[in-house]
């Protein structure tokens, strides 16, 4: 098929590389190795890391990659797929002992795996690594809780910050208000007029209401 090269062995030795097509062999002594070199998925799952502070958490990740040397890929090493496989391992626990809890929650942008880093320890192996993610971050229940009640304290904190703001404005209104008037006392009058005019007195049956 397209996507497929196959290894021909003649015993024991690799005499070449079928591509897609039709072939003629030679069926006594050989051997036949089909390798497909569509994309592939490989997902690591959460691994129990330790921090820079010492503290625990769990990270999966998700690899994508191709063969690329179908030679290679058959004939180096006797399991390519889980050389991969620890090479994420390797790369994920290098990337969590870098940084601390807070830093790796707080700046999402340290949970990248270096994909240079990855592919370099299956350098040889006919493998070409697309993309290499972290996929979920977990925590232990208790820092769960603790990062929950952070996020409350800090954004009750915001919103007491808004209030007094607001408050301080108010007052500062306030203050302009009466230095106006301490300066302009005529200024009171008016106002106090103004106030008197807008009383309505309530009137009794059969009388209208009087607006001064």
Avoid: C
């Amino acid at each position: 098929m397209d996507w497929q090269r196959v290894l021909l062995f003649v015993d024991g030795r690799l005499e070449r590389v079928l591509e897609p097509g039709r072939h003629r062999y030679r069926r006594r002594g050989a051997t036949l190795e089909t390798v497909d070199t569509r994309r592939r998925i490989t997902a690591v799952p959460g691994q129990e890391l330790l921090t820079a502070d010492g503290l625990s958490l769990r990270l999966s990740a998700q690899l994508s990659w191709r063969v690329v040397d179908p030679v290679a890929f058959v004939t180096v090493s006797t399991a390519p797929e889980q050389e991969l496989y620890s090479a994420a391992q390797l790369a994920l626990r290098d990337l969590v002992a870098g940084a601390t809890l807070d830093e790796l929650v707080t700046d999402r942008g340290r949970l990248a795996l270096d994909v240079a880093a990855v592919s370099a320890h299956v350098d040889g192996l006919g493998i070409e690594l697309l993309s290499a993610a972290v996929r979920d971050v977990m925590l232990p229940g208790e820092l769960r809780r603790a990062a929950v009640e952070t996020l409350l304290a800090r954004e009750q904190g915001k919103a007491e910050l808004e209030r007094a703001r607001a408050e301080a404005a108010s007052l500062r209104t306030l203050a302009n208000a009466a230095r106006v008037l301490e300066e302009h006392p005529a200024l009171l009058r008016l106002r106090t007029i103004q106030s008197a005019a807008t009383i309505v007195l309530t009137p009794e049956p059969g009388q209208v209401a009087v607006k001064g």
